[in-house]
């Protein structure tokens, strides 16, 4: 990747830093073509570009965040309601439209990204270069642009459908209306399809192209993009193209192995189809690691604690499944390093989140991992759920689950109907896949969203331990403490229309042809 992240730095800095909220105020990110798009290298430099906007200006890093957070039934703010950082989580609809400068940011950098993928779109077809590299380089700008429109529509439904390069110094030129939730899929289907045929294998790529969009990345993603659209037949070929795939894509050993604790390598490793590439990147860092880690535990620069697991969801691992120590954080040396602080010690009487705990402190180096987008995990149970509801539990389908489950130390799933096989792998979805940046968009897929609205209320205390490994039986102080630090459900207000976020406020107010979704304050 060092070439790579070397034409991403340098996309950057050629780009400028400006970036103005599309759609609200003219673009300046743009290389102009007068001076550029000449050489195969610029072609390569301007794609890295559309990859960089992946991790710049709050796009991936934010969207993660409050994917993660908006989850309510498994993880919540330890925040007061006045914090701005508390509306990573907070589902009010007021404070969405206006403060909420996470819902804010990443409608301005999803239209960064959106409109590099353009520019390479409009401009790399006039270069005379190798045809193959060519079609590459389209295709990877195609698979970007998908990616983004897929994050968006999923966020504030069907979007403004934005398919050239903007330039324009006219803000008139930029009121543009949105499209339909269909229309804005369509695009979406459109473009990757279209980019699976010029894409490479992922075992294609080496050294410095590492980390590129692939072929079995569009499929992967192409399979996810059905299963939302309940398209199971698309869903299941798809998947199975990449489940089929001559790469050798498979699990890693151990669930942890995906995480920053693994003693593999965590990046780009066997199990991964895409991800934002960051490793190495230190001026577009992420702040993941310190919105998880434990407050001011001592480990780290950050130490924020700002996202923290309800017990209720804590709960619902098995206690033989592996993905309960590689997603939760129990205990964690303290700051001397000569004791163990267990969960119920900590400032805040909550698990933690483990996956994104740095065992070599890396970001305090400026370094930071990768954010993974789309896992083999994922697309075996993508594969499963349509095959399911196609034929019903079959034996295909219970294969593909249950090599999830085998590496979690699960049994196998057997004899169930086709509802109740649903349900199991939903609930796989939840626990692979949980705080991975689409725990909202599966609990709203799975309608899930408002089900589960009261159930992290009640818990049950796991059991307590002291550093010699004997049972600690709580005071009531104790428990009074833990109970504080739970869902607080007057911390919600969830209502029909918070299956997607509403349309910032400023970016209507410069654009009155961006209507606002339904039940939000200024909605038709």
């Not at 066997?270 to 434990?294: A, D, L, R």
Request: hydrophobic share 35%.
């Amino acid at each position: 990747m060092k070439n790579l992240i070397y034409y991403i730095l340098f996309a950057i800095v050629f780009s400028g830093t400006s970036c103005s909220d599309f759609l609200e105020e003219v673009p300046r990110d743009s290389v102009s073509p007068v001076n550029f798009y000449k050489t195969a290298e610029d072609a390569v430099v301007a794609v890295n570009g559309a990859y960089a906007a992946l991790n710049v200006n709050d796009y991936y890093s934010r969207y993660w965040y409050t994917s993660s957070a908006h989850a309510a039934d498994g993880s919540f703010t330890r925040l007061g309601t006045s914090s701005d950082r508390a509306v990573i989580i907070q589902l009010n609809d007021a404070g969405m439209l206006t403060s909420d400068r996470y819902n804010n940011a990443t409608w301005a950098a999803v239209w960064q990204a959106v409109n590099r993928a353009n520019a390479v779109l409009d401009n790399v077809p006039e270069i005379e270069m190798d045809a193959n590299l060519k079609a590459r380089v389209l295709a990877e700008a195609k698979f970007l642009r998908a990616l983004t429109y897929f994050n968006m529509v999923r966020r504030w439904g069907g979007m403004p459908l934005i398919l050239n390069e903007t330039n324009t110094s006219n803000i008139k030129d930029l009121q543009v209306a949105r499209s339909s939730e269909e229309e804005t899929y369509a695009q979406i289907i459109l473009d990757l399809t279209e980019a699976i045929n010029d894409l490479p294998n992922i075992m294609d790529y080496s050294g410095s192209d590492v980390g590129r969009a692939s072929k079995e990345a569009a499929q992967g993603l192409l399979a996810k993009v059905y299963l939302y659209r309940k398209s199971w037949p698309e869903a299941k070929e798809n998947a199975l193209n990449v489940i089929n795939s001559p790469s050798n894509l498979g699990l890693m050993p151990e669930p942890k192995d995906n995480y920053w604790q693994s003693d593999f390598e965590v990046d780009n490793n066997i199990e991964s189809i895409f991800e934002v590439q960051y490793n190495g990147i230190s001026p577009q860092g992420h702040q993941i690691g310190n919105n998880y880690e434990p407050n001011s535990n001592g480990w780290g620069p950050g130490q924020w604690g700002t996202i923290i697991g309800s017990l209720w969801w804590f709960n619902q691992f098995e206690e033989k499944d592996k993905r309960k120590e590689a997603t939760w954080l129990t205990e964690f040396p303290s700051v001397s390093g000569d004791t163990l602080v267990q969960w119920h010690e900590n400032t805040y009487p909550v698990p933690h989140i483990n996956k994104y705990r740095d065992p070599e402190n890396k970001v305090s180096d400026g370094m930071a991992y990768n954010i993974k987008v789309l896992r083999f995990a994922d697309v075996l149970l993508i594969a499963s759920e349509a095959i399911n509801e196609m034929e019903g539990p079959s034996a295909l389908a219970y294969e593909y689950v249950n090599r999830v489950r085998k590496r979690a130390g699960l049994d196998e799933l057997s004899g169930l109907s086709q509802d109740q096989l649903r349900d199991s792998i939903y609930l796989e979805f939840r626990k692979e896949l949980c705080f991975e940046g689409q725990d909202y968009e599966e609990l709203v897929r799975q309608g899930k969203l408002f089900t589960n609205k009261t159930a992290y209320a009640t818990y049950t205390i796991p059991p307590m331990y002291k550093d010699d490994g004997t049972i600690f039986t709580p005071d009531q102080a104790l428990l009074d403490r833990i109970a504080r630090y739970q869902p607080d459900l007057s911390f919600y207000e969830m209502d029909s229309w918070n299956t997607i976020f509403p349309i910032p406020q400023n970016a209507i107010d410069k654009n009155p042809n961006l209507r606002q979704n339904p039940g939000y304050p200024g909605a038709d």
